[in-house]
C-alpha cells in the first residue's frame, strides 16, 4: 500500500474531512493509524487524529467498530518499556484514540461487553507499565501519556458495560500509576485530568464510601515523608510524592467545585447532572489525607458533618477550612 503525502491529507481536512473516495476505507485507516505515531506533530497531530476521530464521531465506523478498536490496541504495546524515545507517541495517540472509539460505543451503544472489557484490560495493562512521562517533547510536541490514559480511563467510567467491580479496579489502577515511583513530575495537567477520570467514576454512584475512602488512605500514606532515624535520607518530596499530592488536591477542588460532562457525549448531561452520591464524605476524607501531609499546617477537624448534612457550603467550624 503506497502512503499518501502530506499534502493529500491537507486536502481531505480541507475539504471536509471526508472519507477519501479514491482508496478503500481500509486503506486510510491503516496508514492514519500508523500515522498516529509519527514524530512529526502535523502530521499526527493535525491530520491522523481529527480525521479519524471525524470519522469515528460521524458513524464512518459504526460496523467496525469492534475491528477498529482491536487494531488500536497493538499501538499501546509498541515500544513498552521505553523512556525518552518517539515510542511513546504512538501508545500516547493510541490511547486518546480508544478513549474516542469507547465514547462512540457510549454514545450509540454498538459494542458487546466482552469487546469493551477486552479494551479495558489492555488499557489499564498499559497504563500502569508506561515508562515515559513527558508531556513535552521539544521537537515532536505533545506526548501526554499520562494525561490520555486518564482520558481513555474516564471513557471506559462512562461505558454501561462497567460496574462497580470494574470502576472499584479502575480506581486501584489510577492508584498504582500515581503512587508507581518515576523520576518525572507532571507538569501538563496530568493530575487534573486523572482527578476527572476519578470524577466521571464517582458520578456513576457505584462506589460508596468503604470503597472510596481505603483507597485515598492508600494515597495518602503516599504523600508522608518516610522517617528512618528521625531525619530525611532523600530530598523530599520526591517526584512520585509531588505528583500524588497534586493529584489528592485536584481531586479535592473538583470535588469542592463540581466538575461537568463533555457536550459531545450524549449521556454526559445527564451523568454529570447532580454531585456524587456522599460528596460530603468524600471531602471530608480528601482533606483528611492533604492535611496528614503537613500536619503542622492545617488546623485540625473541630467538628465532623453529620452524615445526613446536605451538600451546602460549610459552617465556619465545620471539617472543610
Known amino acids: 500500500m503506497e502512503a499518501m503525502s502530506e499534502a493529500y491529507w491537507q486536502a481531505v481536512m480541507q475539504t471536509g474531512r471526508h472519507v477519501p473516495s479514491d482508496r478503500s476505507l481500509d486503506e486510510s485507516t491503516v496508514e492514519l493509524v500508523e500515522m498516529l505515531g509519527h514524530p512529526n506533530p502535523r502530521l499526527r497531530e493535525d491530520l491522523a487524529y481529527p480525521l479519524l476521530t471525524t470519522w469515528v464521531a460521524d458513524g464512518v465506523y459504526d460496523d467496525l467498530l469492534a475491528g477498529l478498536g482491536a487494531g488500536i490496541l497493538p499501538g499501546l504495546r509498541f515500544g513498552l518499556g521505553h523512556d525518552r524515545d518517539t515510542s511513546v507517541l504512538r501508545r500516547s495517540y493510541s490511547a486518546l484514540m480508544l478513549a474516542e472509539i469507547v465514547g462512540r460505543d457510549n454514545n450509540v451503544h454498538l459494542m458487546s461487553p ?178 496528614g501531609e503537613s500536619p503542622w499546617l492545617y488546623r485540625q477537624t473541630t467538628r465532623a458533618r453529620p452524615l445526613d448534612a446536605p451538600d451546602g457550603p460549610p459552617d465556619n467550624d465545620t471539617a472543610v477550612q
Open 114 to 291: 466482552e469487546s469493551v472489557l477486552e479494551w479495558g484490560d489492555h488499557a489499564t495493562s498499559w497504563y500502569v507499565r508506561e515508562q515515559d512521562h513527558r508531556g513535552w517533547l521539544p521537537e515532536q510536541g505533545f506526548a501526554n501519556a499520562i494525561s490520555h490514559g486518564a482520558d481513555l480511563l474516564g471513557a471506559l467510567a462512562r461505558s454501561r458495560h462497567f460496574g462497580r467491580l470494574e470502576l472499584t479496579v479502575l480506581l486501584d489502577v489510577i492508584a498504582d500509576r500515581v503512587l508507581t515511583p518515576t523520576s518525572y513530575v507532571w507538569r501538563h495537567g496530568e493530575d487534573d485530568r486523572l482527578a476527572y477520570a476519578v470524577m466521571t467514576a464517582l458520578h456513576r454512584n457505584a462506589l460508596d464510601p468503604s470503597i472510596v475512602e481505603p483507597w485515598l488512605a492508600r494515597l495518602g500514606a503516599g504523600v508522608r515523608a518516610p522517617r528512618t532515624r528521625g531525619h530525611l535520607d532523600d530530598e523530599w518530596p520526591s517526584p512520585t510524592a509531588k505528583n500524588t499530592s497534586s493529584f489528592l488536591r485536584a481531586l479535592h477542588l473538583q470535588l469542592a467545585l463540581g466538575v461537568q460532562g463533555r457536550a459531545d457525549l450524549r449521556g454526559d448531561a445527564e451523568l454529570f447532572a447532580e454531585q456524587p452520591a456522599h460528596r460530603a464524605d468524600l471531602l471530608l476524607a480528601v482533606l483528611d489525607q492533604i492535611r
